[in-house]
Every structure is written in C-alpha cells, then in structure tokens.
C-alpha cells in the first residue's frame, strides 16, 4: 500500500514547488499523471527488484527535475520542455551568472521529498531475481501503460477527450493545467523532424542550382523595406456578409481596390487565434508549417543555429536590418531566434518608452512613429529592412475599450467583442496611413508591407457567415504591399505567408536568392500552400520544396545561395 500511495504524494509534492495542482490541474490529468508514476515505479521495482531503491530513484529524479523546471520557470518565465535537451551547453554556459535563493515552497517540498527519500528506507519489499516471471510481467506492464498513456495524449482527439490542454505557445499554461508528465509527452511528440524522403544534400544544391537558372530580373532599385505584422489584424468580412456603422479600415480597403504602385490581395495563414510567431515564421524564412508537426513553433523548438531569413538575405545586400516588438522581447523566443535569422538590431518594451498605448499595449501609431524614427537615424542613401510586429490587437477583446470615436456598431449582432476588435482594426488602419503619408514624401525609394499574423479567436467573429470552424477562409487575411516608386499594380493576388517574401523582392527590383526563386516558380502552380492547403502532397514540386525547406532549416548554415 505504501508503495502504491507513494506516487500519489510524489505527484503533488512536486507539483506545489510551483503551483496548486487542486487549483489549475484537472482531475483527469491529475489522475493521468499519477498513472505515470505509478507505472515509473512499478518498472523501477521490477529492474532493481529492492522498493528503496526503485522510490529513491524515483524521488530524487522527481526533486532534482522540479528544482530545475522551478528555476527555468522563475529565470525564463516558461517551464521545462523536451527542446531544451538541445541548449543544455548553452544553459550550462550562463547557468553561474543567475541567483538561486529559493523560495518558501521550494524549501518546504524539497524538505518534504527529502523526507519521502529518507523514509522510503524503511521498507523492506523485494522482488527476488528467483521471481523473475514475475518481474518480468510487472516491467512489461508498466512500459504497457507509460505507452499506452503517450499515445493518448499524443492523439489530438484523445487529448480533447481527455480535457487537455494543447496550446503550446502557452507553455506554462500548458504545464500547470495538463501537470509535468503529461506536458513532457505531450511536447515529445515534436522533438524530432524526419528527412524527406529521397532526401540528400546534393539533391537540395541541384535544386536550387535549376532555380538560380531562372532568374531573369532586371534589378533597378534597393529600396528600404518596411513591413508592420499586424497582430490580429484581418478582414471579418472574408466570411460573409458583415454591417457596421462604419468602415473599419477605410484606408486599406481602398489601397486594395487598385491604388497606384499597390499590390493586394489576401494572405493565407497557417494559425487562427494565436500563434503569431508562426506566420513571422513562414514570411522570414519562405519555409512552411504544412511540413512540420501541427501544433509545433518553430521558434521554441527548431532554431537553434543560424537559418537564413529574410534580415540574412538583406544584410547580406548592404542594409541596415532591425526587428521591433513592443511587448516582452522573449516572447517566442524572439530575443534569440532573431539574431540567428540575421537581424543585427532588436527593440523591444524597453525600447518604447513614452510611447502611447491602448488596453494596456502599446498602440500602433507609436510602432509607427518609431518606424519613421528609425528612418531618419539611418545612414543616408543606405537602405534598411525594418520588421514590425505590433501588439495593439492582441486579445482579449472584453475589456471594455471605447475608442474615441465610440465603437464600431455592428448591425444585428450582439458581440461587443466583435465591436471593440472592429475598432481596434480601425485604428491600425489610421496608423498605417500614417505610415503611408510619411514616406509619399521621401526621395529614396521605399516599400511598405503591412499584413495581419492571423484572424482572432472564433468566439470573436461567431455568427458571421459560415461556421468558422468548417472554412478555411478563417485563415485569411488581408496584405498590402505599396512603394513610393514605380511598382506594377495588382488586386486580388491570392498567396500564403511562405511566398510573400519572394514575391515582395520580385515586385520591389530586389535581388532574390535562388530558394526564393524556386518559391516565385512554385507558387505560379501552387498560389497557396499552408497548414491547411498543402498542394498536391504526391507532386514532385513538392516534394523538392519539402527537401529545401529541411535543408535550410536544419542542415545548411545562414548565408543562402
């Protein structure tokens, strides 16, 4: 009984070295959890035969793991996850430089399980080697049920069944709610990304090697390039028909009706109602989600080394590369991920003092004005890449805002969520007018590109058209691309958040890399490729943009051909 109940105390000691798992843990997951150490003991038991030692191995794995995920959690703001196994040198490198004063909880269940390790000598229970049938059973039977719990909870409808909780870019979140076992496997299931099929480096030089062949542009310009991600900035109306009081985004709605030196159209996504660092993700790099997990962010769990980008690519032309975010600078990993995808310069909250906010973030006209900040420091003449990924928009949308203005009113809706995000939209689009209107002025030639990440949560836009659940216009969102210099004029132009870097280069006179000319020849047979559309999976054109994207990502260093 002892022996039994034992995993059951292990599981809550450890869990309130953070949090209260009563509290924040579903019972279902409780109960999963302890079914975990249940099994990790009874393996324990069966290999070593002794119940001391199987529990004190047991407990003090247990202590030194949620010592270190309490650490990692206070110092990072994020719990252990199975990714960090590739920044252990890192983390080893800087581990000295940090403070570890522990806290009331951390002191009283380290002294509880230290307890529990001590205690655990007092039992006398074996399995002898002659019992081997017997311990063969029970080791057979544990790994039976620590299986059998991962492929459950690797399963998205299992998970959901079970009531899990399966948002990865909400780590700490995840963890608390679903409990550490749980989480870990939950997150092993994208550790590891396999070769291609028919994969080899010679192959992925040769492609691109055909791909440099087609570049036939004549270049003409070097322009500064700015481009605002817009966080949650779309177009409801995608989904059907939509009456407000007002236009929500006069300005860019008439920007995509045909404006001079214009690009327009609609961008497919590959999230909905969160994960920006996705779409920042496709646009820098021209990889795509629909090649890696569902569920995976690429930023947290696969760049680790430098990828060439979109910022490597301009650096590499002579230009001045920044990143701004006016939120915390380690979200999704940014003040790491952005230096390995080329940017020199990267500004974040710190970065935006004085500047004016709305809800509680900083506002999209300040993002703007530092833009224009930015651009008059530089150096004359030498162009800069600037790449904005604003915070205004963020959810929730029921906290009550009232712009000055008064709310969008929507006719025949009762969703004041839907009417204070309509406002928010109206107030980026003020901003990148703003935007607009600045650099109409300049002589140097700039392009401006300003595009949503991804549409808000279903609950915002319920009632609209379809179900939003069973379209892929959910994954919609409107972009522009303008210049103050000659551009060809296009509407409608369909495409995905992986071709749009190209494609700006191709519009803009820019010099493009040969993956990027391979992506401007690929999307002219496949317009969009996302999470949810994926081409004709079978093709060979796809399958060659599947083998490059593996070999920039994980085999080939930062500089691209």
Known sequence: MIVVCYPVLLFY????????????????????????????????????GSAVVALRILTGTALLVSLLNSYVLLFRGSPLV?????????????????????????????????????????????????????????????????????????????????????????????YERNGFCVTYLMDMQYLAIHRPEGYSVELAEQILSDAAQMDTQELTQRPTVIVMMDEAFSDPAVLGELQTDRDYMPFVHGLMQGSENTVSGYLSVSVKGGNTANTEFEFLTGNTMAFLPAGSIPYQQYIRREVPSLASQFEGLGYETCALHPYRASGWNRDKVYPLLGFSNFLSQEDFQGATGVRGYVDDASCVRKLMELYEKKEKNKPGFYFCVTMQNHSPYTDGYEALNGNISVEGANNRALEEYLTLLEASDAAFEDLVDYFREQ???????????????????????????????????????WANYDIPEKTNVSTSANYLAAQICNYGGIPTSDYQQFLLWLSEKYPVISAQHTGEEASKDIQEYQILQYYFLFEKERGQK
């Not at 953070?18 to 409780?30: E, I």
């Not at 074996?126 to 299986?147: D, H, N």
């Open 13 to 48: 000691v450890t869990a309130f070295m953070t949090y209260n798992p009563f509290v924040r843990t579903d019972w279902l997951a409780q109960l999963l959890n302890i079914l975990l150490l249940e099994a990790a003991t009874m393996f324990l038991l069966a290999f070593c």
């Open 82 to 174: 199975p990714w960090d196994l590739w920044s252990i040198q890192t983390a080893w490198s800087v581990a000295g430089r940090f403070r570890y004063v522990p806290n009331m909880q951390q002191i009283v269940c380290t002294l509880l399980l230290l307890t529990m390790f001590a205690g655990a000598g007092w039992l006398k229970w074996r399995m002898e080697r002659t019992e081997w049938k017997k311990r063969v059973v029970t080791g057979l039977t544990a790994i039976f049920v620590i299986c059998g719990i991962t492929a459950a909870v690797q399963n998205e409808e299992l998970a959901s069944r079970l009531k899990l909780y399966p948002f990865l870019f909400t780590p700490t979140a995840m």
């Open 443 to 481: 002589e140097e030639p700039v392009l401006l590109v300003f595009f949503g990440d991804h549409q808000p949560a279903d609950s915002v836009v319920a009632g609209i058209g379809q179900d939003p659940e069973q379209t892929g216009l959910r994954y919609e969102v409107p972009y522009v691309i």
